[in-house]
């Protein structure tokens, strides 16, 4: 225990001092780069402009803001909800230690069937699953249990195959899954170069941790998504360092 500015400072507030700073941390990294943000923006205006008017005895503009400041949990859990189901199943699937549970011979020929397939424009989708699961997705497709395999993946994606039109699901080292039908992002609307592989992408990386491998059949185009967000027109080379650096590499 020590005095800091006159107040007693014991291990109890610090210990609380600390798990604020977590919270609001890990808040912040939740939100960084999302809708969320600008919403958590203008939100913070509207309690200014709810002081402002409080000061100034604004009456009437204080009562507008008051009565919405009321229902403000409700307003907040309304509009984070996509947000708030992501970060608590984060935080359930959260490891001190994370480790890459995909093998470097599982990624080769993961990286060799999506530059194939690139070369020839086969449309295809490839999700590889990390802390969060994605069972509820595997449901709604075609349960395998296939080693990850450069010709296994080329022959799903062929055109002419039952299953080419969907996703896989890679869990571990594992196909476990395809055709599986993706939530779709409302990202990159009226953008004719990306189709509904890419926001079928998005869609997935919203709400999960997942990571996913998206070739576009129009151009043979490479792409990965993560945490909503889309890397486009990736090499061999960029796909490989992508996935290892995105699995903890």
Known sequence: MFELFGIQVTWRVLLDIGLV????YNIIVLVRGTR??????GLVIVLVVYY???????????????????????????????????????VGTKRFWTKSNVRDDTLDQLTQAVMSMS????GAIIVIEKNMPLGDI?????????KVNKELIETIFFTDTPLHDGAIIVRRDR????????PLSNKLRGQPMYGTRHRAALGISEGSDAITVVVSEERGEVS???NGRLTTSLDETRLRRVLKNALGR
């Open 175 to 182: 196909i476990v899954a395809a055709a599986c039908i993706l």
């Open 36 to 41: 969320a943000a600008a919403v958590l923006y």
């Open 224 to 226: 990965v998504a993560m």
């Open 119 to 122: 070369h020839s424009s086969t």
């Open 52 to 90: 402002v008017a409080e000061k100034f005895n604004l009456y009437t503009l204080n009562a507008l803001l008051g009565e919405f400041l009321t229902s403000l949990f409700l307003v907040v859990v309304i509009l984070f909800k996509t947000d708030i189901r992501k970060g608590l199943a984060s």
């Open 21 to 24: 700073a977590f919270i609001y």
């Open 138 to 146: 595997i449901e709604r497709g075609i349960e395998l249990d296939a």
